[in-house]
């Protein structure tokens, strides 16, 4: 693959078989800690393969002390951007296989670095039976020259692995760079964080040094730096950045160090130029050129500016420097700030050996040892001053340029060729998607889920490639921007908007959170309470997840605590329950910097329709936030221990239920989503299991919903990929991870149709989860084939009609929330 791949965003370019499984990796290049016996060595754990016994098997339980592991030695740096594991079959008679793993690699054979995914999870969710291939989108990817699987379980027992690595060839050379930290940009209502989230190298004293991140991953910033090209991650997340103020200087210098001295001819930097919020491109840069670890810089230092007076367009965009060919292993360079802020996405080099002609560079490039399937990628350049590699057909120099011209010639036409066939298929996508949501992009258009094949399933945790929700190194400090929502472990969640995602410690659904306007309702709000201990009587546990526990407690003595805020409606000597959200004590920094921005944002919403924040407990372990309860529980458990009366018949008891009860119901949470959307919010998962009922049917909207294990029928699993409410999810929500206040409108029509129902039934109760996903992709193509859940027989046209609305093809017609709650507080009462 080529030294400027990334720019070609390698991710989907780069996902080659590396030769486990043909045999191109040697017996030799593969290591195990152990084997069980000599039918189960290191060499038979390839892919699809059943050498031996089958796989590789170490000979110890992997439980509790998880030192076991299998080594593949790949001779030179890699970049890998995919993994594959299966079990033990041999012929049936296998049943061990690696239900989770993790991921250590090392560039240089000394230094093991374990991989985390963009949200700082170490576990790989593994196979669940001896045959099927589950393939692991790496997001971020590697850098590599050696990985190692180390294979997990939750109790003592065998196990046995097979595996394959995805990628190419990592040409760049590039070992690491270092670079000052990044810094939080502080926009009204939303810190903006740049920082190098996925940098696995050492950070000291505000340095990052000894690794590789974000300026290589691939990733390309867009104009806007707070929207994101990567689903479920925060405001900034694309870009790494510095503040001229916050640096005390007017540069930022970074070093770049390269595996062997080459020849640099230039170097290419995305950088943003978003100008009308002080973010510039830099006006110019200066580098130094080092030949050898031991030797001396090069000076004077290379000056390069950047003319300004074409910058006024606010897009980001690459800049090329040329680099004039010198000879350096190492590289420092000083970006100069042009204003307040320097965003810059990806750093890219183009360099070879001195050559003194223009060549004509056509490459394709094969598996390491020639043999097995053709991978890595076709490069089409023309490089001034560069040689090829050694082993690739050159045009030689037989006196004339006749040959060099022609091949020039021939290349810009196919290169012309390309471009208008892109152009063209670009043009299609544009057309075929406007049908489905507006201007949406090809890359939008992905169906992400999809009934897993016999053989294979593949886990994309991003989709752009997962989800689960924590960052790797610490990414911010301590208030840092929550992200989508953890899920059961090694689950990662689905596709999400391009907004900042709250998240609840206990594997929850909660609300997707946008940038608040200064001018926002409860921007302001102030910090909450610290609330003792002891006053918290435990009452029973309402559900779990992955990094914590809901537990429903009492304050006895609520009015005795002047910290609360009130009116909360308890009667003095009545005890008050709330809901404790408890982070476990061994949660990783970055869980408890997610908490505490939890905290904060659940803080501003404050609405008689939505669940209150009222205190938190963090001076010391661990860390507890505790929200209201409803005594009365979920509106889901409420209605369906309930009889339906008729329409205008008395509720006689608080087993029977009206129809106006119902309305009023409703109508209580269309207000509270009317005040969410006021805000933006999206909340995701709306739906009676996430409402609680008060005393006289006083509603509130809440996030419990999926910590439950009552519920784990509402959410469908895909092996290894996500968790989704798709009988609540709006058709574009499914396909394509597009989340919305019309997608909150879709799920609304949704838990309007279980509360006319008495929730008896789930929704679409007579569809499998694959009928219902198949059901989505009927709303796409819109040839009238799409089901509608059916008309409740308590529920007038009228009220069914507006259901309708809310299930609107085009999310555009469907009904704003103000809308619902008007129809359902003045019409809907009225009906017959």
Request: proline share 7%.
């Amino acid at each position: 693959c080529d030294s400027n791949l990334h720019w070609l965003k390698i991710t989907p370019q780069c996902r080659y078989a590396l030769g486990m499984e043909d045999g191109t990796i040697p017996d030799s290049d593969i290591t195990a800690s152990s084997a069980w016996s000599d039918s189960t060595e290191a060499k038979h754990g390839r892919l699809s393969t059943g050498e031996g016994d089958g796989a590789w098997c170490p000979a110890a339980p992997v439980f509790p002390n998880e030192s076991e592991y299998l080594q593949i030695d790949l001779h030179k740096l890699h970049f890998l951007a995919l993994v594959g594991t299966q079990g033990r079959h041999a012929d049936g008679h296998g049943q061990e296989f690696v239900r989770s793993y993790r991921l250590r690699y090392s560039r240089d054979g000394k230094k093991w670095i374990t991989w985390k995914d963009r949200w700082g999870q170490e576990v790989v969710s593994g196979n669940e039976n001896t045959y099927d291939i589950v393939l692991k989108d790496l997001g971020p990817p590697i850098v590599a020259r050696m990985v190692r699987f180390y294979p997990l379980a939750d109790r003592v027992m065998s196990v046995c692995l097979r595996v394959e690595l995805y990628g190419c060839v990592w040409n760049d050379g590039l070992n690491a760079y270092t670079a000052p930290v990044g810094h939080v940009m502080n926009l009204p209502g939303l810190p903006v964080y740049l920082n190098d989230s996925t940098y696995d190298g050492s950070t000291e004293q505000g340095m990052q040094f000894g690794g590789l991140g974000q300026l290589c991953d691939g990733v390309l910033g867009g104009d806007d730096f707070i929207e994101t090209t990567e689903l479920r991650v925060w405001p900034g997340y694309d870009y790494l950045g510095w503040s001229r103020e916050a640096l005390g200087q007017g540069s930022v210098d970074i070093e770049f160090h390269f595996e062997k001295p080459r020849f640099f001819n230039s170097m290419q930097v995305h950088s943003n130029n978003r100008h009308t919020q002080g973010v510039r491109v830099f006006s110019k840069v200066e580098c130094l050129f080092k030949p050898g670890l031991l030797q001396p810089w090069s000076s004077p230092a290379l000056a390069l500016p950047v003319p300004l007076e074409d910058l006024k367009d606010p897009s980001s965009r690459p800049i090329s420097l040329p680099l004039g060919g010198r000879l350096a292993q190492i590289l420092r360079c000083k970006f100069f700030f042009a204003d307040r802020w320097l965003l810059i996405s990806e750093i890219s080099f183009l360099s070879g050996r001195k050559l003194n002609l223009l060549v004509l560079h056509f490459e394709i490039s094969g598996s390491p040892a020639g043999s097995g399937p053709l991978y890595a990628c076709t490069k089409f350049a023309l490089f001034a001053g560069i040689t090829p590699r050694a082993g690739l057909p050159v045009a030689k120099d037989d006196g004339s340029n006749t040959a060099i011209l022609i091949g020039c010639l021939v290349g810009i036409i196919l290169l012309l060729l390309a471009v208008i066939v892109g152009i063209l298929w670009r043009q299609y996508w544009k057309k075929i998607l406007g049908k489905a949501q507006g201007s949406l992009s090809s890359s939008e258009l992905r169906v992400h889920l999809s009934v897993p094949s016999d053989n294979v399933v593949i886990n994309n945790t991003h989709t752009h490639e997962e989800p689960p929700p924590y960052p790797g190194s610490p990414p911010y400090p301590s208030l840092s921007p929550p992200v989508s929502p953890p899920l059961p472990p090694s689950v990662p969640h689905y596709a999400e908007a391009d907004i900042v995602s709250l998240q609840g410690v206990s594997g929850n659904n909660t609300y997707a959170v946008p940038a608040l306007a200064s001018s926002s309702p409860g921007a302001d709000a102030l910090p909450l309470p610290e609330l003792p201990r002891q006053c918290l009587i435990f009452k029973e546990k309402l559900g779990e997840g992955q990094f914590g526990e809901v537990h429903l407690c009492e304050i006895e003595n609520p009015l005795d605590l002047p910290i609360l805020e009130f009116p909360f409606n308890v009667r003095k000597g009545r005890p008050l329950l709330v809901a404790v959200k408890i982070l476990r004590p061994d949660a990783s920094k970055n869980a408890r910097n997610d908490f505490l921005k939890e905290v904060k944002i659940l803080s501003r919403l404050k609405d008689p329709n939505i669940i209150r924040l009222i205190g938190v407990c963090v001076s010391s372990d661990p860390l507890c936030m505790v929200t209201e309860y409803m005594e009365c529980g979920d509106l889901n458990q409420y209605l369906s221990q309930r009889v339906l009366l008729d329409k205008s018949g008395p509720s006689l008891n608080t087993l029977t239920i009206s129809y106006p009860a119902l309305i009023s119901m409703a109508s209580q949470i269309a207000s509270g989503m009317k005040f969410l959307s006021s805000l933006n919010f999206v909340h995701r998962d709306l739906a009676t299991r996430n409402c609680l009922v008060g005393g006289e049917r006083h509603i509130k909207i809440a996030d419990f919903g999926m910590s439950r294990n009552l519920y784990a029928g509402d959410y469908y699993r895909i092996q290894g990929r996500a968790v989704l409410p798709i009988r609540w999810m709006a058709w574009e929500c499914i396909l394509m991870g597009k989340f919305t206040t019309a997608s909150d409108v879709w799920a609304f029509g949704v838990t309007l149709w279980e509360m006319l129902s008495v929730c008896q039934e789930q929704p679409y109760s007579n569809l499998t989860d694959e009928q219902v996903i198949d059901n989505a992709g009927e709303f796409f193509r819109d040839q009238g084939r799409q089901v509608y859940l059916s008309k409740p027989a308590i529920c007038p046209q009228g009220l069914y009609e507006l259901m309708l609305s809310c299930w609107n093809r085009d999310c555009k017609l469907r009904p704003s929330f103000s809308y619902i709650h008007s129809f359902l507080t003045e019409d809907a009462m009225n009906m017959v």
